[in-house]
Structure formats: C-alpha cells, structure tokens
C-alpha cells in the first residue's frame, strides 16, 4: 500500500510561492489584513462623501458676484449673519423644526399600536400581509404619491367632494402647511412602523407575565414594561422621520402654500435657481447642526441598536 | 441608566456648544452686509467686460456633431419644429426645461459650463450670463434670416455688446393677466383685480422675484407720485411700495406657481380663477376647450424678449449654429409663435401665420405698430446703477431676499 505523506508547511510555502508568502504575513499580522480589507470603503467614504460635504461647508464662508452669481473666494461669516439676523429666516428653521416635530410624534403615536399589533396579536399570515400593505408603498415614486394626494385635497377633489357628501362641508386643504403634515405622515410612516415593529417583537412574552403576575393591569404593563422597552425602537424610527422631514423640499412645493417655505426650499431656491451656493451651504449646516444634537440625544437613548 | 442618563447630559453639552457656536458666528460676522444674497457689492455694466469677447467665432459650420443640448422654457421645443430639424440635420436634441431666468443662469454655470450648447434666455437673465464668462460671440453672418428680423431684435443691447453678438434673438411677448371666464362675466381690464381682496384665495402669480417688476408697473400708472419710469430701475422708496404692495397681496394668494404645469392644473381644477401667466399655459389650457381668458390690462404688462445664446464651451458647435439658422427661418418662427401665443422676431413671419391659422398674425402683434412694442416692460436685470448713471437703484439680489423674506 502506497503512503502519500503530507507536504510538510515548507514544501506547500515554496510550492504556493509568493501568494501564499503574501497570505501567511497576512496571517500573521491582524492588523495588516483589517487594513487591507477597509481601505477601499474607506477611502470612498472619506473621498467622495466627507471630502464634498467639507466643500460644501467651505463654500458657506465665501460670497457670490450678485450680478454675475460667480462665488467670489471672500472669507467672511456674512451668510451665517444673514439667517440668524433676519426673523423671516429664524421663523422658517424654527417652522421646519416644528413640522419635523409634530410629523414625528404623529408618525410615532400612529405607528405603536399598529406595530403592537403586528407584533403581539396578529397571525403570521395576518402579519405577512400587513407587512406587504406598509412595504408596497415604499415601491412607488414619491412623485407619483405627492401628486395623488394633490388630487385628493384639490378643489372639488375626493376629499371635499365626500365631505360634502355626508354633509360636513368643505375643509380645502390643499395649498395650506396642513396638507404638507398630512403627506408626510403619510410619506414616512413605514420609516416608523418598521424599527418599532422589531423593538416590540424583542420584548420576552416571560417579563409581560410577570408583570401581570405582579398585579400590573394592561395600561401599567403598557406604561412601566412595554413603553420603556420599545422606547429605542421609537427613537430610531424617529431618527427617519425627523431627518426626512427636515430636509425634503418637494411636497411643500408642491402641495405647500403660501407659507410653505422650508430649510429645504430655501436651499432648493438658492442653490438650483438663484444659484448663490454659499448661501445654500450655510443654511444646509442648519439641518446638519440639529442632527448631529438629535443624533447625539439618540445615541443615549439607545435607539442605535435598533437601526 | 446611568451610563445613559451620562451620555444624554453629555449631548446636551454638546448641544448647547453647538448653539453657543452659532451664536458666535452669527455675531462675528458684524462687517458684512445683511442682504439675503450675501454683501452687495454692487455692479453695474459699466466698466465690466465680457470675458469671452475676443473668442474667435465659427466662419464656417462643418459636418453636425449629431447631438444638440438646449435648455429651454417650457413649450420652446415642440416636436413640431424640433422633428424636421432633427431629419434635415441629423443633430438629435436633448431637452433640459428651465422654469426661472434665474434657473438658466444657473444651468448655465454648473459643472462649469460644457454640458448645454444653448439656452434659450430672457433679457433679464442674457447679461448675467454673457458677463459671466458663460456664453461666446455668434457669427451673424452664418444666419441669413438674420436681415429680415425687426431693427429692434437684431443688436438688442441684452445679447449684442459694443456690437459683437452672444446669440440670436428669437421671440418676444406679454406677461398677461388670466381669468376663469366662468367667474368673469365681464372681462377684467386692470391688474387691480390680482390685489383685490374680493378674490381672496382664488390668485395665483409666478414664485419669482421679478413679479416686483408687475406691481412696480402697476404703481408706475396707479401711484403718479412715486415717479416710477422704470419697473426694473426702482429706487429704495419705490422699490418699498412694490413690495408692500405685494406682502399686502400675499394673504389673496391660493398658489405662488413655480412650474407652468402647476398654474394649468389650478385653473383647471378651480383652485385658481384669476392670476399671472404665459401665453404657453393659455394656448395649453384653450387646446384642452378650458374656458381660459387672457387680457394685456390698461396698465400694460411686463414681458420678455428671449434670445438663443451660444455657450461658452458648447460641445456642439456646428449643431448649435444649424439650430440658430434654422429657428431664425420665417415659417419656423411663426409656427412657435402660433403654437406659444408669442410675437415673432422675423418681420416675414406675418405671412406664415396667416397662412397656417388666419387672422393669426394681428392676434399676436407680428404686424403691430413700434407703440405696442413699447407698452411692454420687457425683463432685465434690476441693476444698482440707474439709467441716469446715479448709484440709487435696488440690485437684484435684493430683489430675491425680498421676495423671499418680504413677500412670501
């Protein structure tokens, strides 16, 4: 019987050459390999996002030619002077925050029952088709949604044309900052259900019996054990909600009103049309600077494990 | 919770830093100006130079490059004209639609220019490009019908500079005012109807600064008192009572309407009954049978002169030029004029139009006297420098804070 013997390590070495050189000191050292493996998405994620964000930012220090709009290499603070000295600007960050707000809190009150019951109550069956109603939209151009609703809250559209059906009159919403609240809790209620849904989920059937077995009622065990537990959930969806509201600019544009200026629109109005950039910039550190504080706030809150 | 309760007081530290910088911010920066747009440092034409005037021109259009990039209004590049250009030419066209003159300087400059060939720009928006550098002298004598336009339109001083050319002159027309004739028996005659509050909620007028200029026009003839000769040349007073006058309107307003599609899809759906508009969304809404009505009020109207201008580094320059010779052509000119609603540049138009749709050449003033030329303020660029040479005159940028931190 014939023995094949093992090429001992040196063999394979000299056998494999320099690839195998190249592995074994990879091998060896960690650290080499970590590197090797998260240049690539560092780099782009240094190079093409961070380092045109830091432009951007830079351009918010310079000026334009008024007449010409070319950006003149001026260093000055004047466009930041700009926003926070002038009440019209003060009053649309302070009315896209509260937007931001209320969408966020109306997302969140609307979204913890109906994930409660994805969660806890529903059958598998029912939740799969739950799941697929609050997904699909997801699949359709925001475009198409904003228009539709436009055509639901116009003159005579479906809106009023049932209300006044059932003899309620007439609420004509469209063009008011009411229709712009509606499309986006509309908008960005998956981005809410979703991340709540998976905090409910985790809850251990076992700590809601012992409640119970403690003598919590419903609304003390909703109170003192589910809240606090899906609370991260919550904050994550928030985290969504919030910052998809602070920087959108096409539904007030389109369903918006008079008093539909938001931080988004006034970038859009700088940027694409007056083309002063530096302007655009400095006010685009606005929603950035808020983040980064809500981000911050979250942090502590515990809603990043839940993302 | 602890840890947590931590790192929640730790953000907001971190919060109030960030407010305590903005604050810092905001107050170092005490030196500069407090215009929307930024320190005016205020120009006027005189002593700028257009950076591109010694570019040599074309002297001769060679074989087409097969594609052609335009940046137009909307309705400016009907497949009626664009069509037989494409089959004569080979040179497809690539549409990008702008909504404001101020979109079109815009376009213009991104990525630094050498993307778009033309851009088919107002008066007031020409000269912010061509002294931007964006836009190159034009060969007229590669473009016959050139001769037969009419004196006004063929050195206008918005695309032609110390007589080099930066374009072609195209066509030229009103603003007007709108009305639903289902809620007016009797049609208005005046722009009061647009600050009247008997129509609360039923206005709509174009999100753009230049709407200064309609209501600088209407004071002009309504307020004698404030000796204003000029919409587009308003000293600080009067430039103020324009602007009041259109804070005053704000709560009338249903929509301000930044795209023309929006302002159609108000009137139709009875969002809107009376405003200010183009002919493209009156000749749009009467082709769908909308009982639309349009008027040039007593007080006459703001319009503009719009002008195909060359880019600086357009990237297809023997199309651009096919382009500029064919849309010049007199039956080309009168089929945009027909289909815009818009007054031809081209003095043998007139016939064309007759031809296609009778009565169609006094319909839209293709033969009309040089006195309705000159009842229409047609855009420009609000300079600080008034026309008697005096510094007096509000800039456009404070055009555009005001309109954005005034009027809406």
């Not at chain 1, 809410?192 to 403690?214: F, G, H, K, N």
């Not at chain 1, 959930?233 to 008093?259: H, M, N």
């Not at chain 2, 931590?6 to 905001?26: E, Q």
Request: net charge positive.
């Amino acid at each position: 019987m014939a023995v094949t013997i093992a090429p001992t390590p040196a063999e394979e070495r000299e056998r494999g050459g320099a690839w195998s050189r190249v592995s074994a000191a990879l091998w060896r050292r960690p650290w080499a390999r970590a590197t090797l493996l998260l240049t690539p998405p560092l780099a782009w994620f240094v190079l093409i996002y961070l380092a045109s964000l830091v432009v951007l930012l830079i351009t918010a220090f310079w000026q334009i030619n008024p007449f010409t709009t070319n950006i003149e290499r001026i260093w000055s603070l004047s466009n930041f002077q700009t926003i926070f000295s002038s009440p019209a600007y003060r009053s649309i960050i302070l009315r896209t925050v509260g937007m931001a707000a209320a969408v966020t809190v109306t997302d969140a009150v609307v979204a913890f029952p109906f994930a409660y019951y994805m969660a806890r109550v529903a059958s598998s069956r029912t939740r799969t088709i739950l799941f697929v109603m609050i997904l699909l939209p997801l699949w359709a151009s925001y475009l198409a949604k904003v228009y539709s609703w436009l055509l639901i809250f116009t003159h005579n559209g479906i809106l009023d044309w049932s209300l006044g059906k059932v003899g309620l009159g007439q609420v004509h919403l469209i063009y008011t900052n009411w229709a712009v609240f509606i499309v986006f809790c509309y908008l960005w209620l998956p981005f809410m259900i979703t991340p709540v849904y998976a905090a409910l989920e985790r809850i251990p059937a076992s700590q809601l019996e012992a409640s119970q077995d403690l003598g919590a009622r419903t609304w003390r065990t909703t109170r003192s054990v589910i809240l606090p537990l899906a609370l991260p959930g919550i904050v994550a969806g928030s985290i969504f909600t919030f910052s998809l509201t602070l920087g959108d600019y096409i539904t007030p544009l389109l369903v918006g009103g008079t008093s539909a200026n938001f931080i988004g629109n006034i970038i859009y109005t700088n940027i694409g049309i007056a083309n002063n950039v530096p302007f655009a910039a400095a006010m685009a550190m606005i929603p950035i600077a808020i983040m980064a504080v809500y981000l911050f706030c979250a942090r502590a809150l515990g809603a990043f494990e839940e993302v | 919770m602890t840890t947590s309760a931590r790192a929640l007081s730790r953000s907001i530290k971190t919060g109030l830093l960030l407010a305590g910088a903005a604050v810092i911010a905001a107050g170092c920066g005490s030196s500069g100006g407090s215009q929307a747009a930024g320190p005016g440092a205020a120009t006027g034409t005189s002593g700028l130079t257009v950076p591109t005037a010694h570019v040599p021109v074309l002297q001769k259009i060679g074989k087409g490059e097969g594609q052609l990039n335009l940046i137009a209004w909307a309705g400016y590049l009907n497949n009626l004209w664009v069509k037989p250009f494409e089959k004569q030419t080979g040179c497809q066209v690539n549409a990008k639609y702008a909504n404001t003159s101020d979109e079109m300087v815009a376009l213009m400059k991104n990525g630094g220019g050498g993307q778009y060939d033309m851009v088919s720009s107002s008066g007031d928006a020409d000269l912010r490009i061509l002294y931007a550098g964006d836009a190159r002298p034009v060969n007229i004598n590669l473009i016959p019908s050139w001769k037969d336009f009419f004196p006004a339109f063929k050195s206008p001083p918005f695309n032609t500079i110390n007589g080099v050319h930066y374009g072609v002159s195209l066509q030229w027309g009103p603003n007007v005012l709108m009305y639903n004739k289902k809620n007016f028996s009797t049609p208005p005659t005046s722009w009061s109807v647009i600050y009247n509050p008997t129509y609360k909620g039923q206005v709509t007028v174009p999100d753009n600064p230049i709407q200064i200029a309609d209501a600088a026009l209407y004071l002009e003839k309504t307020k004698p008192s404030l000796k204003i000769t000029d919409p587009y040349e308003l000293t600080q007073p009067q430039f103020q009572a324009a602007v009041s006058l259109l804070a005053g309107q704000r709560p009338l307003i249903e929509k301000y309407w930044s795209l023309a599609s929006q302002e159609i899809f108000d009137f139709k759906n009875g969002n809107a009954t009376v405003g200010a508009g183009w002919p493209y969304q009156v000749s749009t809404l009467k082709a769908a049978h909308f009982p639309i009505g349009a008027v040039i009020p007593t007080q006459g109207a703001t319009g503009w002169a719009d002008t195909w201008m060359l880019a600086a580094k357009a990237p297809h320059p023997n199309c651009a030029y096919m382009w500029m010779r064919y849309i010049s052509t007199p039956k080309v000119q009168a089929e945009q004029a027909i289909n815009y609603g818009e007054t031809p540049d081209n003095k043998l138009a007139c016939g064309f139009m007759n031809q296609m749709q009778p009565g169609s050449c006094e319909q839209y003033h293709a033969n009309a006297p040089l006195a309705y030329f000159h009842s229409i303020a047609l855009w420009k660029t609000p300079i600080a420098t008034c026309d008697n040479g005096k510094p007096d005159c509000v800039p456009y940028a404070q055009w555009v804070a005001a309109w954005n931190t005034q009027v809406k």
